[in-house]
Each structure stands twice: as structure tokens, then as C-alpha cells.
């Protein structure tokens, strides 16, 4: 009789020994899963920062260009967003953010004028993130 408790002891304490493998697993797959929602949406955080940052400078440069003018139908505002300066306060916005929401550091800042848009692209932990607005001098041939 003592041979079939001590069994059963082995085998309930494998039975413990699997089931708390299993929870560890589960809980260390949560905690990824978790991290990762966590760093898309820093991600998409960050490039709406950026995205806002453009709008800024955007804004800022239209407000020195005469409306109605032949300056305001030629304004550069590809030469704008391609700016050194435009691209360092978009990738300090979402340097910040992307910090604050507690994402990874951006890989990487890079800002178009194309199809009637102005987008803020981003890399963050290797995976892309984009936001932009809609820009009239965007859309020229």
C-alpha cells in the first residue's frame, strides 16, 4: 500500500511540475504580446508627433509666403520638409513621445512631399511607422 502513495506522490508532484511550466509559458507569452501592442502604439505615437512637428513648420512657412502671390504658387515646401532643421524637430517630437509611452529610441526620421501629403515616416525597433496631413503643394508634377 505504501508503494502506491509513493507513486501517486511522483505523479502528482510531475502533474504540479507540468502545470507550472505551463502558467511560466503562458505568462512570458502574455508579457510579449503585452510588449509588443506596447511598442506599435509608441510607434504610432511617435509618428504622429512627428507628423505634428511637420504641421508646425508647414503652417510657419506658409504664414512668410504672400497668399494669392506667384511665391505662394512656387512656395518650396518639398525643400521644407527635406530641411535639416524641419527633420530634427520632427525626430525630437517623436524621440519624446515615443520615450514618454515607453517605446524603443527611433531608428530613423524621414519626412516626403508626394500625392497631395506631407508624411512623417518612422522606424522604431525595426518596424514602420507613417502619419501625414494633406499638403496642396504637395501634388505638383
Known sequence: MTDDRGQALVVGAVVMAMAVVAVVGLRAAQDRMVEG????????????????????????????????????RLADVPGLVA????????????????????????????AVCVGGRIEARLVVGGFQHHAGFAAAECSRP
Open 83 to 110: 530641411d535639416a532643421k524641419t527633420l530634427a524637430a520632427a525626430r525630437r517630437a517623436a524621440d519624446e513621445l515615443a520615450r514618454e509611452n515607453g517605446g524603443r529610441p527611433i531608428d530613423s526620421v524621414t
Open 37 to 72: 501592442v506596447r511598442a506599435q502604439r509608441a510607434g504610432e505615437a511617435a509618428a504622429e508627433a512627428a507628423a505634428e512637428a511637420l504641421a508646425d513648420a508647414y503652417v510657419a512657412y506658409l504664414s512668410t509666403v504672400p497668399s494669392g502671390s506667384a511665391e505662394a
